[in-house]
């Protein structure tokens, strides 16, 4: 079974400019989560998906990060502008109802 | 105050060695624990539910402690591949993931 796919594994970009990643969860995975993972720290919620609706996105810097989940199924977390201290890894996670959840493997932002 | 609180190491081993190390949680309506276990570079990966009662899984074993609010993970007999980060993480509700900073274990042979 596959599991978590995300794109690209890794993005440099200047600051001030837009990125955007990508994620597919698990088949049948209703539920997606983006986190943010600095060096040296565990991953931070960001947003969380049941389906098409991000049920909690209290932790999503609104004035810059965006992300939806249009059909229920991929998902796509944006920046816009990217500053400095956005260099992370970026990482999604699926899971059926509020099981296990399934990590992919992460996007590397760096920000020059 | 951090919500999970954990030694970052890093431990340093020899094979055949047996690690231990711990977290705190400072919150004490926390419904459920985990470690999980993260290598360089790649995604965290569940290691293993943390149970009252304790609990082993091979070479690993977990404790939880509600009353004094943290966790353990021992390792025993260590092998090389054992080397990682692991992550300490409460869940604060039905969803909601809380993560340590990890603590690094190295097996040296």
């Known amino acids: 079974e596959a599991g978590v796919v995300q794109s690209p594994r890794y993005k440099i970009i200047e600051k001030k400019q837009p990125v955007a990643f990508w994620c597919n969860p698990i088949?049948?995975?209703?539920?997606l989560y983006w986190y943010l993972q600095n060096l040296g720290q565990g991953p931070e919620l960001l947003i969380r998906?049941?389906?098409?609706?991000?049920?909690?996105d209290s932790q999503l810097p609104k004035d810059r990060f965006s992300a939806e989940r249009l059909k229920g199924v991929d998902s796509t977390l944006k920046i816009q502008p990217a500053e400095l201290g956005d260099s992370a890894v970026y990482l999604c996670?699926?899971?059926?109802?509020?099981?296990?959840?399934?990590f992919g493997p992460g996007t590397r932002l760096t920000v020059l | 105050r951090k919500e999970v609180e954990q030694d970052p190491g890093p431990f340093n081993v020899p094979e055949g060695a047996t690690v231990a190390f711990n977290c705190t949680y400072s919150?004490?309506?926390?419904?459920?624990f985990f470690w999980y276990r993260q290598d360089c570079r790649k995604e965290p990966k569940l290691l293993m539910s943390?149970?009252?009662s304790g609990n082993e899984d091979g070479r690993f074993t977990a404790q939880l402690n509600r009353a004094s609010q943290y966790i353990s993970l021992l390792i025993r007999d260590s092998k090389l591949s054992d080397s990682a980060t692991y992550l300490c993480?409460?869940?604060?509700?039905?969803?909601?993931?809380?993560f340590g900073a990890g603590t690094t274990v190295t097996v040296r042979a």
């Open positions: 996670a699926s899971s059926a109802q509020n099981n296990e959840q399934f």
């Open positions: 088949s049948g995975h209703n539920t």
């Open positions: 998906y049941e389906n098409e609706e991000a049920v909690d």
């Open positions: 919150n004490s309506a926390s419904q459920s």
């Open positions: 943390v149970y009252s």
């Open positions: 993480v409460v869940k604060l509700n039905d969803y909601k993931l809380s």
